[in-house]
């Protein structure tokens, strides 16, 4: 892998033969568990500027019709998650002449706070091409990572590094774009309706210095109208040329945009905002109601499970559904495989494909054909269903028949999850071979997930298209279909829990190790899920530095189990009030589901308390409270008990309260598959339980606090 320094720059082609598909991974880690930010990536003209709002990418615009970029979403790591992006050079447009990639914190934040700032870049087969770190960010709140740009036929890639203090609006407004807030926009209604129907005037340029949005990342975009101030010259190798003096200021640490008026005759304000997401058909959770004459009527389904016994038969018929849904409708076909270096393009899906392998032709489960622009990229699929692993030898053959045929990738299917570390399988690659082929792995959660969070959240293009990923769904989720995700906590599972009971569990017993592997392949499953159904990112948290080996990791999480009994995670929801703690005690035989919330900022301790009491009014009368201070513990109680008192949650002595921590309990199962008396189940029922009776209610309070606070800030600045 090539390291780069700031400033420096490099042909594609010099480091790949498929310089054309590649896999931009932001990455950083953060010390509480609950940094994050948000990333975007900006397509900008011979003069540094966008040409329109669709040249701006961001969570709420995450993919280009042609292909050429698509936000990928995070991805978890070993020792956290990576934002990625797909570009798709070959098919940019000959008027982009560079392409930006950034980052943006929001509600304040800094990425001084975070630690380990890193971009790294792939090409198509999974290759890391080359890394770039970041390690003096200090009190921006938007970074510039890196940029891609035309020299000639060929695109290169400079590491930039420059920050900005004035947040996203600030490095907006360099290239021609002004950011709107949706939150203050809101505020703005509640606050005065006699303004509705008024112009709105937009931030960025025109606005006030540093404005920027509070809510979760930008809003939508005003257009191209504000003047902006420059974002520093390229340097001698870039487009239009430069100076020395051009490269020292392109290597500047921190070079904040400069916000106001800057133009003698700024561009009109616009009459109203230009929204980058397009309308997308969703389908409703409240299913229409039955014309059924009773429960035994049941409606006909495209993809009929009841039938399906055998697991060679589940293996055949679910790749069959999965692979003719992702051909018929393209958002789920790019969205799971624009990970894999797949183009953007026309799509086809085939199974029951023989393909000659010495004596004796083999037979893969699926292949997965696109073709672009007259080339084609192929991949070989391999499936597994109803829990069985997948087989290291018939993997091997794929993996040679692909490299032997110039395909680029193998994609196993299963109903694992995978983990960084821990292979699912093993494969050997014959480095005297030129043709790279990439191995990938897809979870039947992951599946479920995306086919989910497009149906229910992002929208797809026509009705049919929804129509065919709620049945898609429905297959997923039948008993019978195989394809339910991580299902088995492996057979050390008994023998470790036994071992934990009777105290005879030695530290450094490697059957712990496998169990910490399973509970966190179970702790990602539980993201996949929360994830679908919330439509928010849900990801586990790792307080390990970047580059920390996640075995000696996973080594010292199963020595903590060997001596305490206890398995502990932690979850991060986008939009939720604090990080979701769950662990397992296998001594007591209890999962904990719990969440830290802050105290509120000034008020009397007894006020924040009552508040508090009040937010919960809809909580189970079994979630335990406990006051958070600094030296001690505080005092703690069932909400039924705090309801009628909730003075006794304030500490004696009058200790200033930092927070609260809420926590239900609830029985664990035994068993280490997904039967009413499993492991799995339980834990997934606890996690639902907390998030739906209380983290809910938390939430929607928190958004309507915020919004409050916003307006009144707004006020007071106005």
Not at 144 to 149: A, K
Not at 497 to 510: H, N, V
Not at 579 to 596: C, H, N, P
Request: proline share 7%; net charge negative; with cysteine.
């Amino acid at each position: 892998m090539h390291e780069m320094p700031k400033g420096a720059n490099v042909a594609l082609a010099a480091l790949t033969e498929q310089p054309g598909a590649m896999v931009v991974s932001l990455g950083w880690t953060s010390a509480t568990g609950d940094g994050d930010a948000d990333v975007s990536v900006i397509l900008l003209d011979g003069n540094g500027k966008v040409r329109g709002d669709d040249d701006f990418y961001f969570y709420n615009h995450p993919a280009a019709e042609d292909g050429s970029v698509q936000l990928l979403g995070k991805t978890p790591t070993s020792n956290g998650s990576e934002d990625r992006i797909s570009l798709d050079l070959a098919v940019v447009p000959r008027a982009v002449a560079r392409i930006v990639v950034a980052a943006s914190r929001y509600g304040g934040a800094r990425f001084g706070d975070l630690a380990d700032l890193r971009m790294t870049l792939s090409d198509g087969s999974g290759d890391t091409l080359l890394g770039f770190s970041i390690p003096d960010a200090g009190i921006e709140t938007a970074f510039i990572f890196g940029e891609f740009y035309r020299r000639g036929e060929e695109w290169k890639f400079r590491a930039v590094g420059q920050g900005y203090d004035s947040g996203l609006a600030g490095l907006a407004t360099d290239f021609g774009i002004a950011i709107v807030d949706d939150e203050a926009e809101e505020a703005g209604e509640e606050a005065d309706t006699d303004a509705a129907g008024a112009d709105p005037t937009p931030t960025g340029a025109g606005g006030p210095a540093g404005s920027t949005s509070t809510g979760h990342g930008p809003g939508p975009l005003a257009g191209p109208g504000a003047v902006p101030a420059p974002v520093g010259a390229p340097s001698a190798d870039a487009p239009g040329g430069g100076t020395g003096a051009d490269q020292a200021a392109t290597a500047a640490p921190v070079v904040p945009a400069q916000a106001g008026p800057t133009d003698p005759d700024p561009a009109p304000a616009r009459t109203r905002t230009v929204r980058t997401a397009k309308k997308k058909i969703t389908v409703p959770r409240v299913a229409k109601k039955s014309l059924a004459e009773n429960e035994t009527w049941r409606p006909a389904r495209l993809f009929p499970v009841p039938n399906a016994k055998s697991d060679r038969e589940r293996e055949a018929r679910a790749t069959s559904v999965l692979l003719a849904v992702m051909a018929e409708v393209p958002e789920l076909g790019r969205r799971l495989t624009a990970g894999f270096g797949a183009p953007a393009g026309r799509m086809q899906t085939f199974t029951e494909v023989s393909l000659p392998h010495g004596d004796t032709p083999r037979r893969p489960d699926g292949v997965v054909r696109v073709e672009r622009a007259g080339k084609l990229w192929t991949a070989l699929v391999e499936t597994k269903t109803n829990g069985n692993p997948l087989k290291s030898e018939q993997v091997q053959d794929y993996m040679d028949i692909a490299a032997r045929r110039g395909y680029e990738a193998v994609i196993t299917l299963s109903n694992d999850v995978a983990l960084d570390g821990s292979p699912l399988v093993t494969v050997k690659l014959d480095g005297r071979r030129k043709h790279k082929v990439g191995l990938w792995h897809l979870s039947w959660a992951e599946v479920a997930q995306q086919a989910q969070l497009l149906i229910r959240h992002e929208g797809v293009g026509n009705a049919a298209h929804a129509w065919l990923l709620q049945e898609l769904l429905h297959y997923l989720h039948h008993d019978n279909s195989g394809c339910h995700g991580f299902q088995n906590m492996g057979p050390s599972w008994v023998p470790v829990r036994t071992g934990i009971e009777t105290e005879t569990l030695s530290a450094g017993d490697p059957r712990a190790v496998e169990v910490v592997e399973s509970w966190e392949r179970l702790v990602r499953q539980v993201c996949l899920r929360l994830g679908g159904e919330l439509g928010q990112k849900a990801l586990p948290v790792q307080r390990a530095r970047r580059g920390s080996d996640p075995r000696s990791r996973r080594a010292e999480a199963a020595d903590v189990l060997c001596a305490e009994g206890r398995l502990a995670a932690e979850v991060r929801v986008d939009g939720s009030p604090g990080i979701l703690g769950l662990s397992a005690d296998l001594r007591t035989g209890k999962l904990r589901t719990s969440m830290d919330i802050p105290a509120p900022e000034g008020g009397y301790p007894l006020t924040a308390a009552k508040r508090l009491v009040r937010m919960l009014t809809e909580a189970p009368a079994d979630l335990h409270v406990e006051t958070l201070v600094e030296t001690r513990n505080g005092p703690r109680g069932t909400l039924e008990r705090l309801r009628p008192e909730p003075g006794d949650l304030l500490p004696k002595g009058g200790a200033p309260i930092t927070g609260f921590r809420l926590s239900l309990f609830k029985g664990m199962g035994g068993a280490r598959g997904t039967t009413e008396s499993g492991f799995i189940r339980s834990v997934d029922e606890a996690v639902d339980r907390f998030y739906a009776t209380v983290v809910v209610h938390l939430t929607q309070l928190q958004r309507r606090t915020d919004r409050r606070a916003y307006a009144a800030g707004g006020a007071a600045g106005g």
